[in-house]
C-alpha cells in the first residue's frame, strides 16, 4: 500500500515538474530576455524530482515535458531539445545525488553528459536542418577576420597610434587563425565550463528546497596532477611531427609530399597544449588568489588584480608559468603561509 502511496505521489510531482519544465522552455523560444536564466532553470525540476523518486518517473516527466513543449511552440525541435540538453544533465545530477556521490564525481559526470548533449544537438542540427555547427564556426571566425581592418582603422582614429593599431590587428589576426583549428579545445572548455557552471547555480537553489548538493573542495584546494605535466612534451611532439592537412596544392602535389612523422593531426597536439595551458593559467591565478590573501587584501581588489594579470600578455605567462610550478612544488603552501612573528627574547 506504501508503494503505491509513493508511487502515486511521484506521478503527481513528476507531472507538475513536467509542467514547469514546459513553461520555461516555452519563456526560452519567445522571450529572449529570459534564456540566460531559464537555460539554468530547466534542469532543476527533474533533479529534484530524481532526488525524491528515482529516475524512472523523472525520465517519464522529460518525454512529457518534451512533448507538451513541442506540441504549445510547434516545433519539434523544442521538445527534442529539453529530451537531449536539459533532461540528461538534470536526472544525471539527481541521481548522483540521490546515491550519495561526492561533488567532483558528480560534476565529472555532468561534464561529460553536457558534451555529449553538445554532439547530439549538432548531429540533430546537421539531420533537420541542415546547419553544420563546425562550418558556422569557420564562417563566424571568417567574418571576425573580415572585420578587423574596421576595427584597427577605429582605434587608429580614437588616437591609439598606426603601430599600436597594426600591432593589435596582427595579434587578433594570429589568434583568429588559430580558432579553426581549436575546435576540440572549444568544446571541452564548453562542456567544463556548462558543466560546472549549471551545479554551482544549482547549489543554492535546491539547498532553499530542502535537498542540497555535495559541495566541491574548495577552489584554493584545485591543482593540475603533477603527471599532466608530461603531457606538454607530448602536445609538442605531435604539435611538430603530426600530418597538416594540405588544401592548397594539387591532389599530384600533395600525394608527392613526404609522410608525416607521426600518423597523428597536429592539430591535436595544439588543442592538447591550449587545454594544458588554460589548467595551469587558472593554476596560476589559484596561485595569485592565496598569495594575496595573505595580505588580507579585499576581495575586490583580489579579483580586478588577478583579472588584469589574465588578460595582459606578459603577466598572464607568468601566471601560467606559476601554476606550472606548483603541480611540481608546493608553491601555494609556502606563499600563503605568514612566517609567525619571532620570539624576542629578554
Known amino acids: 500500500m506504501r508503494r503505491s502511496r509513493l508511487s502515486t505521489r511521484g506521478l503527481t510531482e513528476g507531472a507538475i515538474q513536467a509542467a514547469l519544465v514546459a513553461v520555461l522552455a516555452l519563456l526560452t523560444r519567445y522571450v529572449p530576455l529570459a534564456v540566460l536564466a531559464t537555460t539554468f532553470l530547466m534542469p532543476l525540476p527533474l533533479m529534484v524530482l530524481t532526488i525524491r523518486h528515482g529516475v524512472r518517473p523523472a525520465v517519464l516527466a522529460a518525454v512529457v515535458s518534451g512533448v507538451v513543449a513541442g506540441m504549445l511552440s510547434g516545433d519539434l525541435l523544442t521538445g527534442v531539445g529539453i529530451l537531449v540538453a536539459v533532461a540528461p544533465f538534470g536526472i544525471m545530477v539527481g541521481w548522483g545525488t ?3 556521490w561526492s561533488g567532483p564525481a558528480i560534476v565529472g559526470m555532468a561534464v561529460l553528459v553536457s558534451g555529449a548533449s553538445l ?4 548531429l540533430l542540427l546537421l539531420a533537420f536542418l541542415g546547419i553544420n555547427p563546425v562550418q558556422q564556426y569557420g564562417e563566424m571566425v571568417l567574418t571576425m577576420r573580415q572585420q ?58 535546491l539547498r532553499r528546497v530542502g535537498h542540497p548538493l555535495p559541495a566541491l573542495p574548495p577552489a584554493s584546494t584545485w591543482r593540475v596532477p603533477g603527471f599532466a605535466l608530461w603531457l606538454l612534451p607530448l602536445a609538442w611532439l605531435i604539435s611538430a611531427l603530426g600530418w597538416q592537412p594540405v588544401t592548397t596544392l594539387s591532389d599530384r602535389l600533395r600525394s608527392s609530399l613526404p609522410p608525416a612523422p ?26 595569485g588568489w592565496v ?34 610550478v606548483d603541480s611540481i612544488f608546493p608553491l601555494r603552501e609556502r606563499l600563503g603561509r605568514r612566517a609567525a612573528p619571532a620570539e624576542v627574547k629578554p
Open 291 to 324: 598569495f594575496l590573501g595573505r595580505y588580507r587584501l579585499h576581495r575586490a581588489l583580489r579579483v580586478l588584480l588577478l583579472l588584469w594579470l589574465t588578460f595582459n600578455p606578459i603577466f598572464s605567462n607568468l601566471l601560467l608559468i606559476v601554476g606550472l
Open 262 to 287: 607521426l600518423p597523428v593531426p597536429s592539430d591535436l597536439g595544439l588543442n592538447l597544449l591550449a587545454l594544458l595551458s588554460v589548467a595551469l593559467l587558472v593554476q596560476g591565478v589559484i596561485v
Open 148 to 205: 578587423m581592418d574596421t576595427a584597427a582603422s577605429l582605434y587608429g582614429r580614437l588616437g591609439l597610434g598606426q603601430e599600436a593599431a597594426e600591432s593589435y590587428r596582427r595579434t587578433m589576426l594570429a589568434v583568429l587563425d588559430l580558432m579553426p583549428r581549436l575546435v576540440l579545445f572549444g568544446f571541452v572548455a564548453t562542456a567544463v565550463t556548462t558543466g560546472w557552471l549549471n551545479y554551482e547555480i544549482a547549489r543554492p537553489i
Open 119 to 122: 554532439v547530439v544537438n549538432g
Open 98 to 100: 540521490r546515491r550519495g
